[in-house]
């Protein structure tokens, strides 16, 4: 043959290279294929997780707006509170401004006031008082109520496990019944193939006689082929006998192969119900190993919880002596408070003594101005400063211009005036020092005010808190509450398939037993159609 020009002729090598590739090819498509359905289960397991992520993010976002909506609450709430407490603030301001207008009853409504801070602060100890023996008694009645949940959750635990004995019994008596009944079976089987032996040789025997009994007649009716007959019968009788034993080794056969497959099907039956039984105990003992660290993490879990409770009443503990010491430090800051107040009513005091004298020393100093020209005036003088003996310096004053004005009258008397002058800006001065007190006192009642207020928002937000934990507590029982009860339903629904299962393995083995019954059945009517068969040809070669 010959090549065409300009035709490339394929080569065995590039053949071979061809082969090469697609096997390369194949290869590589059955890779891409595979990575695709992985790729496939990949992203199926994705789209699960992704699904799985979303409700998560779902229910966080539902309890981010719950926390959400009580936070909103609480602040309303203090928000509320301290507009309440604003206007109970101006109120008192208000009336702090009146008790200013009123200054004559300012000492009482601060004695007063001071009173009623005293009661206050007695009142808040009582009420700490009160509400350690309440928080005591609250501890208390939950460590109780902690116990008593723990004991109504081994009752009922117990009654679970005992419902579970119980059933658990009742399926093997059920067990044993049924086995009871199928041995009761196998005996009737056994009796029946007895009986069918039995009739089995009754009819060979009568077929023996009947065939004996029709030689008998063919032997008087030809007496002259007695021998032949007699040769013939013996014949017979010797295929008879050999047939039968035949028949009779047979028969042992089937009925020792009957026997045997009875003992197989015995003990595979026992074997299997066994197995079931023992399928049974591994999966009560998986369930109750899953009970048992269910109830361990239960257990762990409320350990956390004592442990997390026990911690915060320490905390509240610690809170309590804080707000004692608190409590102490205002008392404190209370009497310190008297102190400056009675220090500011005995400078006040003071501060009239000071004008009295002031306003006596300007009388003396128009006296001295109006005698200035005689002795009269300055006995007169001396006169009133002996009569005005209330205040010491006044005396040393109106002694000392005596003794200036024996010497220089007038210009004496003006440095005196400059000097009573000067006494007065200083006795407006210390009068200012004494007017800072009030402003400070008044300072004092204001901070005293809002560090009571303050205590007043302290104590609504550790009830906001309390209350906000509480509700936390409440939402973290109800989802307990509800993954035991999923729990349980899911326990339920394992026992409804372990029954179902169990159910569905008697009624297996049930009809494993029909299919052996039948199956023996049809070998019986095998063997008598084989036997009838064998008979009806013994007959046969016998009449011939």
């Known amino acids: 043959m010959k090549k065409q020009r300009g035709v490339r002729q394929p080569s065995i090598l590039r053949l071979w290279w061809l082969v090469v590739y697609e096997e390369a090819d194949r290869r590589k498509s059955a890779k891409r294929s595979q990575t695709v359905l992985y790729e496939e289960a990949d992203g199926c397991k994705a789209a699960k997780r992704s699904q799985t992520l979303l409700y ?19 602040y309303e709430e203090a928000d509320r509170r301290k507009a309440a407490k604003r206007s109970q603030t101006l109120l008192y301001e208000e009336v702090d401004g009146r008790k200013a207008a009123k200054p004559s009853q300012t000492l009482l409504y601060e004695e007063a006031e001071g009173r009623k801070t005293a009661k206050h602060s007695q009142t808040l100890l009582y009420e700490e008082a009160d509400g350690r023996k309440a928080a005591k008694q609250r501890s208390q009645t939950l460590l109780y109520e902690e116990a008593n949940g723990r004991k109504a959750a081994k009752r009922s635990q117990t009654l679970l496990y005992e419902e579970a004995d119980r059933r658990k019994a009742a399926k093997r008596s059920q067990t044993l019944l049924y086995e009871e009944e199928d041995r009761r079976k196998a005996a009737k089987r056994s009796q029946t193939l007895l009986y069918e032996e039995a009739d089995r040789r009754k ?12 030689a008998d007649r063919h032997k008087a009716a030809k007496p002259s082929q007695t021998l032949l007959y007699e040769e013939a019968d013996r014949h017979k009788a010797a295929k008879r006998s050999q047939t039968l034993l035949y028949e009779e080794a047979d028969r042992r056969k089937a009925a020792k192969q009957r026997s045997q497959t009875l003992l197989y099907e015995e003990a595979n039956g026992r074997k299997a119900a066994k197995r079931s039984q023992t399928l049974l105990y591994e999966e009560a003992d998986r369930h109750k190993a899953a009970k048992r660290s269910q109830t361990l993490l239960y257990e762990e879990e409320d350990r956390r919880k004592a442990a997390k409770r026990s911690q915060t009443l320490l905390y509240e503990e610690a809170d309590r002596h804080k707000a004692a010491k608190r409590s102490q430090t205002l008392l404190y800051e209370e009497a310190d408070r008297h102190k400056a107040a009675k220090h500011s009513r005995t400078l006040l005091y003071e501060e009239a003594e000071r004008r009295k004298a002031a306003k006596h020393s300007q009388t003396v100093v128009t006296l001295l101005y109006e005698e200035a020209d005689g002795r009269k005036a300055a006995k007169r003088s001396q006169t009133l400063l002996y009569e005005e003996a209330d205040g010491r310096k006044a005396v040393k004053r109106s002694q000392t211009l005596l003794y200036e004005e024996a010497d220089g009258h007038r210009r004496k008397a003006a440095k005196r005036s400059q000097t009573l002058l000067y006494e007065e800006a200083d006795g407006r001065k210390a009068a200012k020092p004494s ?18 207020t303050l205590l007043y928002e302290e104590a609504d937000g550790r009830k906001a808190a309390k209350h906000s934990q509480t509700l936390l507590y409440e939402e973290a029982d109800r989802h307990k509450a509800a993954k035991r009860s999923q729990t349980l339903l899911y326990e339920e629904a394992d026992g409804r398939k372990a029954a179902k299962r169990s159910q569905t393995l008697l009624y297996e083995e049930a009809d494993r037993h029909k299919a052996a019954k039948h199956s023996r059945t049809l070998l019986y009517e095998e063997a008598e159609r084989r036997k009838a068969a064998k008979h009806s040809q013994t007959v046969v070669v016998g009449s011939v």
């Open 56 to 74: 998560e993010e779902a229910e966080r976002r539902k309890a981010a707006k719950h926390c959400q909506t009580v936070e909103t609450l609480l």
């Open 203 to 214: 009819s060979a025997k009568r077929s023996q006689t009947l065939l004996y009994e029709e």
């Open 435 to 452: 007017q800072t007190l009030l402003y400070e006192e008044a300072e004092g009642r204001k901070t005293a005010k809002h560090s009571q």
